[in-house]
């Protein structure tokens, strides 16, 4: 079911619609099972149906998010979870690893403080521990569930911290890591000139992709964590940045 998931959530990610017979077909299933996984992702707000077709809800949609790919988030998640001592405190962009990374650690430690811009992880973590979560302000996005504009910056001069950790949407050799959201790639500049150091959670495949704002977050990236697929060459650009690669 969940590697059947993570499929329909691949076609849906690149096609963005998509016939029930078609992913029926592709995945070699029956169209009775490919609605019963389809009546699962639209339960859960991740998909919708039309006249035969399934169609992502939204691509910021960060329930969608997680589910995709949900396997490598979470051994991602687990290794970040190792650079968090107990009575830390620490930030955590939005994001569906990062996501991950709150909860794991929910199940590691008992004092912890998260400082986030994200709405939809102090909700996710929330009965989960005991933690401190400091929730930074600012104009709510609805589908990414996040706060983004120029309060998160006066909200987070308050805080520094050792560890901002984040997600990204793409990397370039150009560019940098960017993001698809002009509001979103502000707040993590914002953010990271509050910390020390930068670790980026990401699946592999976003080093084929780019977003269309670049982060510019300059030497603050110190390590990036991600699947054992990110290319070699990859590996070797970053590393001459002094950039540590932890592949999961």
Known sequence: MKNRTNKILELLTSEKKVEVSQLAECLNVSQVTIRKDLDALEAKGIIKREH?????????????RIAYHYEEKKKIALKAAELVSEGDTIMIESGSCCAL???TLTQLHKDLTIITNSAFIAAYIRGKSNFQIILLGGIYQQDSQVMVGPMVQECVS???????FIGTDGYDSRIGFSNR?????????????????????????KFSKRGVMPLNLKNKVKTVITDHSIDSSYIEELNNQNIQIIKV
Do not use: K, P, W
């Open 52 to 64: 035969g077709y399934a169609v992502l809800c939204s691509a910021d949609d960060i329930n969608g």
């Open 101 to 103: 990374l709150a909860d």
């Open 158 to 164: 308050n805080f520094f911290v050792d560890y901002f």
């Open 181 to 205: 959201d002009q509001m979103r790639a502000q707040a993590v500049r914002d953010m990271s000139h509050q910390a020390e150091q930068i670790v980026v959670l990401t699946e592999s495949d």
